[in-house]
Structures are given as C-alpha cells and as structure tokens.
C-alpha cells in the first residue's frame, strides 16, 4: 500500500488489575489506518472494542492500564507519550465523540461556554472568537439557528442534537483522526441516518480519518472502508468492508452476519452462535471463541491461532485455514457458510 | 379461515396531564396515544415500530392497565378490559403478560429463579404448590435453560439467559398474549437472534399472540405478521409485513425503512434522509403531524388531519394515513428534498 498510514496499532495489550487478577480486555490488538479512510471495529458487549478507543487517547482510568504494543500516531508512538504531550494531541490532532451525549455534556453550562472552553484550552481563543467560532461550528454540523442554540443548555437540545454539538466539540480543533464510539446508538433511525451522513460529509470535508466502533453491521457497512472484527479483546478478522460482507472467512465474522435479522430481505429462520460472550476473567485457553464455534476441534481448544493472511484480502485468526487443522474437511475448502 | 379476533383496541387515547402553574393545575398535556385503532388475531404476531415518543410503549401499558387510558375501549376475548375493576384485571392478567427490555431491571435480584417463577403461579393461582418445583424446572428447559440453574439468582445469568427467564415468567400462567415491549433490544446480536428464534418457536408450540412492540426494523420484518406504524401518537400505517417492507406508502414509513443502515456494503439504494427532530407530543402539530417533516407536505397537510385510507395499488387491509397516496404514487408531487 502506498497510501500515507495515519495510526497503526501494533499488538495493543491494556488490563485491569482487580484483586490481584488480571483481566485482558485488550489483548494483541493490531491494525493500520490509512489517512482519510475509516476503519470499524465491530464486535459485541465485552469484546474490548470499547477500550481499544480509550487505550488509543491513553484515557483508561485505574485499575486500566496499556501493559503492551505500541499505538503509532504519525509516527509517535502515544504509549511512550508524557502526560503533556498526550494532552496536546487529545482534542487538537484526535478527538472523541461518545455513545451518550447527555453523560458528555455538562448540565449546567451552555452549550456554548462548553465549545469555548474547548477553543481556549487548544487553541487560545477569547471569548469573543470562541463565540464565533462557536456559532461557525454549530452551523458546520447542521444545526438550525445557531446563535439561539449556543446559549442553550444540553437539556433544552434533543438527543440527535445533542450528538451534534458533541460532533461540533470535536471538530472546534479540525482533528486529524476521529475516533466515534457508538456515535449514534442511542439514537433513533431516522436521527442516525442525519449524524452518520454529517460524519461522512465532514470527513470528504477536512480529510480526517475515522475509527467507528460499533455493534451494527449495517452502519459499518455504510460508513467504513475497512473492518477490524474484535472478540474476546482479540481481532479475529481484518479486512476491507466488501470483503468483510462477500466472502468472511472467520466462523465468528460469518456467525455474527448470519445472526442479523435484515430489514431489505426475507430471512425464514435465524442462525444464531450459541452459548454466550465469555467473562474476561475466564477466557478459553485456545481460541476464544472456539466453545461457541459449530467447528472447533481439539487444537481449537487448546492453542490460540495467530492472525495471518488466509487470502489477499482477509487477514484471519483461524485454525481451520492452517495445515494443522483437522475438522471437517468440507468447511475446510469452502469456509463456513453464510446462511443471509 | 375466519380468524378469531383476540384483542380490539380502539380509539386508544392516552393523555399524561402536565401539572404546574403556581396551583399546580393541569396546564397542558402529553398526547402520547391519539386515538388509534387495530386489532389482533390469535396465533399472530403484530408488531408496533416508531421512534422514541411515538406511543408505541404506551399503547401496550394501556392494554395491560398498566396506565389508565383516557378515551377509548380495549376489547380482549371480546371482554371490555376498561370496565373491568382492579382485582377483576389482575385475573385478566394471567392472559395478558408482558416482557420488558431490561432484563436487568424486571427481576427480583433477591429472589432465585425458581421463586420468580414460584411467584408468577401463585398470584394466578395455576398451579398447586406442591407442583410448582415441577413446573418451573418445565419452563426453564422449554426456554433452553437447565434444570440445574433453577436455584440460582438473576446475577449467575448473562443478560440473554435473564430474557430467557423474563420469557419463562411469562409462559408460567399459561397467557394468550404476551406484549413484548423491546424484549430484545437490549441483546448483542448474536443471541438476540437465539431469542428470536425461540419466541418464534414458542409460538408454535403453545399457540400465542405477540405484540410486538420494536423500534428495529430488521427483527419486526423477521418475527411479524403484521406492523403498525406509529408516529407522534398515531398510527400512519398499517399492513402485512410484505406489503410494508415492500410498498410502503406513508412518506415516514418510507423515510423509516430508507434510514435502515443496510449490513450490505454493495446494496444500492436511495436514502430519505429526513430534516429536523420529532416535534414534542405536547403541542404537536395540527393536521398530518407529520408535515414538519415531510417531503411532500402541501398547505393542505397543515390544516386536514388524514385518515387511514385503502386504495387501489395496495393489498387487502393495507393502510396509510396520508393525503397525498395517490398523487406521490403516481408522481404527480415530488419529493421536496
């Protein structure tokens, strides 16, 4: 690849230290992302998703803390980074937008004290620009007369406005790198589909690159160009976003799609992945996901696979694309199948 | 077939007063159900989609008591629930149960499964105690959890086996209907889908009716017979599921199903986005409330309030509230943006 990489990730490795017990929630994560491009990180509830996103911008509040990897943000490696260097990169060169606005926002200042806030501690501004530059930003993320709305508190906007002012808080310094954690879960549909199209269009806009972590297939299939599939703080397929959906090679990837009830085509009968999500204080030994996985095998069990190349396209951390394997030798030409 | 009809609401109104004012009167109010009308046949799942506000959770308080609604009749088994009084519809509710979204929130933590269950048969008084033990060990494998699990406390359960046992409490009085109100919202995909197929096999097995009460249009289409569109308080259509995922015809229902982000990144397709908030339900518009948004809206549309029509180009009980069916079809009025 030619292209300029913005971050790359390499072998990520962040713990909580509870009671002398050490749970893994991210554990070897790697990924590149190229600059202007997006990348999702999908997975489920406890898959490490979350705090990848956290680890990245170094906010992991005790007892969470990076025990490994390097996090390569144009060239910087942030894990290295003193408190002060990483304070002037969060905001002005990364930002972050969180699921819930009203948890983000202050109650009890305005909308508009809260963006000038952000432009004076990044970039100086008084309270005359940052008024300004307030209203400028507001009206950026597409919201009907700003210069009423900048003197509002949180409670007066609605949820999809709320989720623009955060959107207009994290662009007040034109940050290279977005990281969107469950931007618009929280949300409803219609509302969604007004903040996913703003994030795509500020993007095209200023060039940022986006890390999109979510839970729904179908907005990383509109708004990513590639995906990192995470389980058990693990990823266990990266790929870019058509071949994540054409032709997904990891039983985890091909499960979680066939579990999708879709709106756009009649499905008769669900196939869901049985059992649940493990507790990280109880991971499997091999692969993590081999007690839910119809094909695993005694060397599942037993030993983690590595994330290697299974085509062009997929990276994979799989047993059954290896030579060891010995499971079904029909999944092992074809692959799982998918049933949607 | 001549279908039974089990459930008959109509004109449902549900008005929350606001209290305020220096003697703390009535001063206005939050029309959250106005005046909607459907029914259900037995054996048949029915699903109520809309966005937060649109009165879809509401409807299914009011068919359950759970509020007293303002105006309107609920007929169940052709019974008029309204008129029944407090103990009568306590009894009534061994026919009608519901499960919640949080299944965090709608157990007991102090209590072990087998008393949740134990709890459920002995207000309705279905089974003798000296079976209950039985029973509930039953109701657990029939939901696909172990007999072994029936001592333990909601917390020993991830949050899917917890719906599982929100089901099971269900189940334990033997009801006709049960209301599902985002029973499977708050799940990771991969076992809502494990839910999902077991309401459906449940179903099956003891011949139920669902309400289904939902804001993801992907679980409606996979568990419904029919979908009630509801916005602002009012239904804006209503129809079999493949006439509503495959010709919908009010302009939010349209709007709704374009904004569906599709898990298929090469599916082409054309998205209504729509422009502004829902307007509150306190004062809402007047006409078609949805004209503040709407792409087609015209004078009219401010002023007339629509009502559920059936016309030519749609099938057998399929209706839209809007007055603009036929000319948008036709493609006389075009979109405005």
């Known amino acids: 690849m030619s292209e300029e990489i913005i971050l790359d990730v390499k072998d990520l490795r962040t713990s909580f230290f509870v009671d002398d017990f050490e749970v893994k929630a991210v554990d070897g994560v790697s990924f590149k992302l190229p600059k202007g491009k997006t990348i999702g990180i999908v997975g489920e509830s406890g898959s490490g998703k979350s705090i990848t996103a956290l680890s990245i911008l170094r906010l992991l509040e005790k007892p969470g803390k990076i025990v490994g990897g390097e996090i390569n943000f144009k060239g910087n490696d942030l894990t290295k980074a003193s408190e002060q260097e990483i304070r002037s990169i969060r905001g002005n060169e990364i930002s972050m937008i969180f699921q819930e606005p009203m948890t983000s926002l202050n109650p009890v200042y305005t909308v508009g004290q809260q963006i000038r806030e952000t432009l004076k501690v990044h970039q100086g501004l008084g309270k005359e620009q940052g008024m300004e530059k307030g209203v400028e930003l507001l009206k950026l993320v597409g919201i009907p007369s700003p210069q009423e709305r900048i003197k509002q508190y949180p409670h007066e906007l609605s949820g999809g406005m709320r989720q623009r002012v955060m959107i207009a808080m994290a662009l007040a310094c034109n940050p290279e790198l977005l990281i969107a954690d469950e931007p618009t879960t929280a949300l409803d549909v219609t509302i969604q589909a007004q903040i996913l199209e703003l994030i795509n269009e500020l993007q095209e806009e200023l060039g940022m690159s986006v890390i999109m972590i979510t839970h729904d297939m179908g907005v990383v299939a509109e708004t990513c160009d590639y995906v990192a599939v995470m389980y058990g703080g693990k990823v266990v397929e990266y790929a870019d976003v058509k071949t994540i959906f054409k032709d997904p090679k990891h039983p985890y990837t091909v499960g979680l799609l066939n579990s999708i009830p879709r709106h756009d085509i009649d499905v008769d009968e669900l196939e869901p992945i049985r059992g649940s999500v493990p507790s990280p204080k109880n991971m499997p030994n091999g692969c993590r996901f081999a007690p839910r996985c119809p094909f695993a095998t005694d060397l599942c069990m037993e030993e983690l696979p590595d994330l290697g190349d299974v085509s062009d396209e997929n990276l994979v951390r799989c047993w059954i694309y290896s030579e060891r394997w010995d499971g079904d030798p029909e999944v092992k030409e074809h692959g799982p199948k998918r049933t949607t | ?337």
């Open chain 2, 1 to 337: 077939m001549a279908q039974k009809e089990l459930l008959k609401v109509n004109n449902l109104k549900q008005y929350f007063p606001i209290k305020g004012g220096f003697l703390g009167r009535t001063v206005n109010h939050v029309k959250a159900v106005d005046d909607v009308t459907f029914n259900i046949y037995e054996g048949e799942t029915v699903s109520v989609v809309g966005e937060s506000g649109c009165g879809k959770s509401t409807t299914g308080r009011a068919i359950l008591r759970l509020d007293d609604p303002t105006d309107g009749t609920i007929e169940f088994n052709g019974e008029d629930l309204l008129s029944l009084n407090k103990k009568e519809m306590r009894k009534r509710r061994k026919d009608i149960q519901v499960i919640f979204q949080d299944p965090y929130a709608s157990l007991n933590p102090r209590q072990t499964v087998f008393q949740i269950l134990a709890e459920a048969m002995e207000i309705q008084d279905v089974v003798p105690k000296d079976k209950r033990r039985e029973r509930a060990i039953e109701l657990l494998e029939t939901v696909g959890l172990n007999a072994e699990q029936v001592d333990r406390f909601p917390h020993e359960f991830s949050g899917g086996q917890r719906q599982r046992i929100g089901i099971a409490r269900a189940l334990a009085v033997e009801p006709k209907l049960i209301i599902c109100d985002e029973a499977v919202s708050a799940l990771d995909v991969s076992v809502q889908a494990q839910v999902l197929n077991l309401l459906k096999k449940l179903q099956r097995e003891f011949n139920l009716t669902f309400l289904f009460i939902a804001h993801d249009l992907g679980v409606v289409r996979h568990i419904s017979d029919r979908v009630i569109v509801m916005y602002l308080g009012k239904v804006v259509e209503i129809a079999d599921k493949k006439s509503l995922f495959d010709n919908p015809q009010h302009p939010y229902t349209k709007a709704l199903l374009s904004a569906i982000p599709t898990p298929d990144p090469e599916a082409k397709k054309e998205r209504i986005v729509l422009q502004g908030d829902v307007p509150s339900p306190i004062n809402p518009p007047t006409g078609c409330r949805f004209h503040t948004r709407c792409p087609f809206a015209t004078e009219m549309c401010k002023t007339d309030t629509p009502e559920l029509r059936n016309l030519d180009n749609m099938a057998e009980g399929h209706q839209a509230s809007c007055h603009h069916i036929e000319k948008i079809f036709s493609g006389d009025l075009v979109s405005k943006y």
